[in-house]
């Protein structure tokens, strides 16, 4: 948690100098309270106060009144005079060193009139000095009330009934002392009883911040940051965009809604709103303040207060929160417009108020993710910032246009790429880039997704040239998009879509799946797996709903989507008849249309291109057929999927398989694992019996017929 400095020594001693002046005058009222209740209560009645005796009253104010009231009175009003001229003095000598009293400064920020004022500083009065708790229980005439009740400032400050009347109101929850939370009830219970006998007292953070120190609320610390008034190079870097469409909106509004996925460049965004102001900005984080528990409009209000006290600007973050239901509550929109402060609010999405009277207009700015350009800027930012040695072949451009991440997911990418290079004694390597921007960017696909981690590489991959050439086109696409969409301009112009849309379609086995692995191996992202068939439901409307609840998640990980089964919502553009067929229709045109705005490599696999309608097949940006591998490629399947390590007898013979049994590559797969369990319980070494009898078995499952002849050798 970031706070201000504390104040300096002048501005201290100028401050307490004026607060101690202020005091003394509070003095003269309460011993002239005091006088007038020693003239009405009892002599027989001194011990009502339980403890407190009028000649302690006496010792705690370390004068010596008269015995008669009356003849007291113009001798306080006296007093009252000179007491009114120390402040006045104390104020001049602050004003000469150009410092205001942070009591005034009070005062001035919430537009205190003189009673509020007073007031106020009635139940500051026993947080600086304990004397002030038994001299308000003598006054009471109960020593256990030790702050002073509404019905006991109101007779301090105001003499006769038709005056307290008049500000009674003052203590209301709507006013200006108990709304912005400089004083509060003591206990805060539910029930705080009735107005004129509740116990009030300066809050805790008014009272520091008084002295000298800013502490926020204990339940709101570790949600709020206050940052000084001077934006860094960093602030300036990541606002150098955004910052333009601020100051073309900006006319005077008070209040800026800022829309949009990257943090980092909103919160420098508003340091230089701020500062453009001459003010420090305080964050908050709203959301994680609600999962805390504390109320909405409570921690609102309160860091509202401290961003007045402090003189700050004030940014909300995570209200979305406050979004989840519809439109925030009233109550919130009130405070922010009522704030008295400069005040921005952000959100991931767009949202306006209803039925809400506002007395200003709204800034409403949306800052986009950061395009390529923007993210190559600010890789070199925290690369060269860093201060660790680096290899030479680490380059930001391909990482920056692989990966579509915010800047700090950027700035944490680099911290954990130096960490695994210290951990290795070594300097950072490009894979040091590339598995830390995986890890930062990794969506939370738990439950809706299969993570699979690459095992292929390209010489894996037994598939016709043609083919190979496809899928390392696309691989140069993914690589070179930032240069090409947005440097060259061609996005501008001709790109429609965001994403890579790619159908795979063949039989099964054919390598559709290792495929998609060697991609994302080379491309160094994630890949998730998800099977169509589960995501589509029979209910109208809900498949949408699991659609957009995947590339919702995946959006800021640039992750490789692999969807397969997808026969499962393709197919034929079926004849509307009910609307069941206009619906299914519908959940193919969103798939769609989701893919396209990815902004990452979307990938369908079917096993019957056939079914697929033409007008959707138009729309795939790259469509790679997976046919079934004649003898040589199936020879090399075998050759390549046979582990080196795998012990094995002399006589084996791969061409016999590959030649006799017309296998896909995952049936051959199978094939081979089964041998190898076999031999591990027989013999050790992997023998022509052994993938026989797992050809036997991969072929039953098949549902094909299995002849003795065949299965010789």
Known sequence: MAVMSPASETELYYSHRFLQADLARLDVLLQKVIAEIGATRSRDDQMAGLVVSSGEIDHLFAKQPADDAEERFPTFDALYGQAEDAVSTALEAAD?????????????????????????????????????????????????????????????????????????????????????????????????????????????????????????????????????????????????????????????????????????????????????????????????SAAAGVPNSEALSTVIRDARLTGSALFVQGWDVCLSSGPPAPDLVKLLFGANCPIVVSSEKMWHSHGIERPDSILRVTLERPTYRRRLEFWQYYLKNINFPMAEDVEAQPIASQFALTSRQIQDSVATARDYALQRGDVIQRRDLITAARAHSSPNLSGLAQKIEPRYGWDDLIVPNDQKEMLQELVQMVKGRGVVMEEWGVGRKLKTSAGVTVLFAGPPGTGKTMAAEVITSDLGLDLYKLDLSTVVSKFIGETEKNLGRIFDEAQSSSAVLFFDEADAIFGKRSEVKDSHDRYANMEVSYLLQRMEQYDGVTILATNLRANMDEAFTRRMQFIVDFPFPDEYDRMRIWQTLFPVDLPQVADIDLGLFASRFKLAGGNIRNIIVSAAYLAASNGGKVTMDHLLHGTRRELQKMGRLVSDLDLTY
């Open 96 to 288: 000469e060193q150009g410092i205001t009293p942070r009591l005034v400064q009070l005062a001035t920020a919430f537009e205190l009139n003189a009673f509020e004022y007073d007031a106020f500083l009635i139940c500051l009065a026993p947080s600086l000095e304990l004397r002030y708790e038994r001299i308000f229980g003598y006054i009471q005439d109960d020593i256990t009330l030790r702050r002073p009740t509404v019905n006991t400032i109101l007779q301090v400050m105001m003499g006769d009934f038709d005056e307290r009347l008049r500000f009674l109101p003052a203590f209301l929850k709507n006013n200006r002392l108990i709304h912005n939370r400089l004083v509060r009830t003591t206990g805060e219970r539910d029930d705080p009883g009735p107005l004129l006998s509740r116990q009030l007292v300066a809050d805790e953070c008014v009272v520091a911040w008084l002295l000298g120190q800013y502490e926020p609320d204990i339940r709101l610390q570790h949600f709020i940051e206050l940052f000084p008034d001077e934006p860094s190079e960093e602030d300036r870097l990541l606002a150098a965009e955004s910052w333009t469409s601020v100051i073309e909106g900006l006319n005077g509004q008070t209040v800026a809604l800022f829309h949009g996925p990257d943090m980092g460049i909103q919160i420098a965004t508003a340091k230089l709103l701020a500062a453009s102001s001459d003010l420090p900005l305080m964050t908050f984080d709203i959301e994680l």
